[in-house]
C-alpha cells in the first residue's frame, strides 16, 4: 500500500555557508530549496557566521545556525540530511575539506558525509588569483573523485569585490534533486 502524500516527510538539506561577501544573500537558496519542496537547515563556518542574518535565517528556516560542535550529550540540533549543498564555499573551506581537515563543524559533517553518501553540490565563489593556486585545482580533483557536484561558476577577477554575474544559488538544487531520484519520501542518511 502506498503512504498518503501527506504523511511524507520533505527531503532535508543542509546549506554550509563559507565566509564569502556573497553569503549574505544564502536565503535566495533557502527560498528556492523551500519552494522545491525540501526543509532546510543553515551550517555555517565560524567565519561566516559574521556574515550572516541569525535571526533572519532561523525565522526563515525554523532552525538555530549551526557553528559550533554541539556540547557531549546535547540533542542534535538538526535532522540528519538527505543532501548538502555547500554555497558559497569559499577557496580556504574547499582546500581544507579535500584535504580532510575538519577543524569546525562545517568541515566535520562534510568530512562524514562523504562516508555516508550523501549527496553534497559545492558552489566555489572566489576569485582567479586563488582558483589559480595548484593546491585549488588538485581539491577540485580529488572531490570530483569524491563524486561531489561541482558548480559551473566561473571565478571573478582578483579585487573586483565580486563577479558581475548573479550568483547562481539554484544550481545546487539543480545538482543535487537528480541524486535523490525526485523521491521526497527517501530514507534519511546521517550526519554528525
Ligand atoms: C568581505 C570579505 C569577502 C570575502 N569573500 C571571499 C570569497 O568570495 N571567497 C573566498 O574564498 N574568500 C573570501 N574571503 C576570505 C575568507 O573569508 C577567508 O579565507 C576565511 O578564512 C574563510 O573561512 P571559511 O572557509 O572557514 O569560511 C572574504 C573575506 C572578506 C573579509
Known amino acids: 500500500m502506498t503512504e498518503p502524500s501527506a504523511a511524507r516527510k520533505k527531503p532535508f538539506l543542509y546549506v554550509v555557508v563559507c565566509a564569502c561577501g556573497i553569503a549574505a544573500d ?6 528556492a530549496a523551500q519552494e522545491r519542496h525540501w ?14 542574518d ?12 549551526r557553528s559550533a560542535w554541539r556540547a557531549p550529550g546535547e540533542a542534535r540540533p538538526l535532522p540528519p540530511a538527505d543532501a548538502i549543498a ?16 575538519s ?11 562523504y562516508g555516508m553518501g550523501v549527496p553534497i553540490a559545492v558552489l566555489p565563489h572566489m ?13 577540485l580533483e580529488r572531490l570530483r573523485g569524491m563524486n561531489i557536484l561541482i558548480g559551473s561558476g566561473e571565478p571573478h577577477p582578483p579585487k573586483s569585490g565580486g563577479g558581475a554575474d548573479p550568483f547562481r ?14 523521491r521526497p519520501d527517501r530514507g534519511r542518511r546521517g550526519t554528525p
Do not use: M
Not at 54 to 65: N, S, V
Not at 104 to 111: D, W
Open 26 to 31: 544564502v536565503g535566495e537558496l533557502i527560498t
Open 127 to 139: 576569485n582567479a588569483a586563488q582558483t589559480a593556486h595548484p593546491a585549488y585545482r588538485q581539491s
Open 39 to 52: 526543509d532546510v537547515g543553515v551550517i555555517a563556518t565560524p567565519q561566516g557566521l559574521g556574515f550572516l
Open 169 to 182: 544559488w539554484q544550481e545546487a538544487l539543480d545538482l543535487l534533486e537528480p541524486q535523490l531520484g525526485h
Open 86 to 101: 555547500v554555497a558559497p564555499a569559499s577557496f580556504n573551506t574547499i582546500n581544507k575539506w579535500a584535504a580532510g581537515i
Open 54 to 65: 541569525t535571526e533572519a535565517i532561523r525565522t526563515q528556516t525554523g532552525y538555530p545556525i
Open 103 to 113: 577543524d569546525t563543524l562545517a568541515l566535520g559533517i562534510l568530512c562524514e558525509a
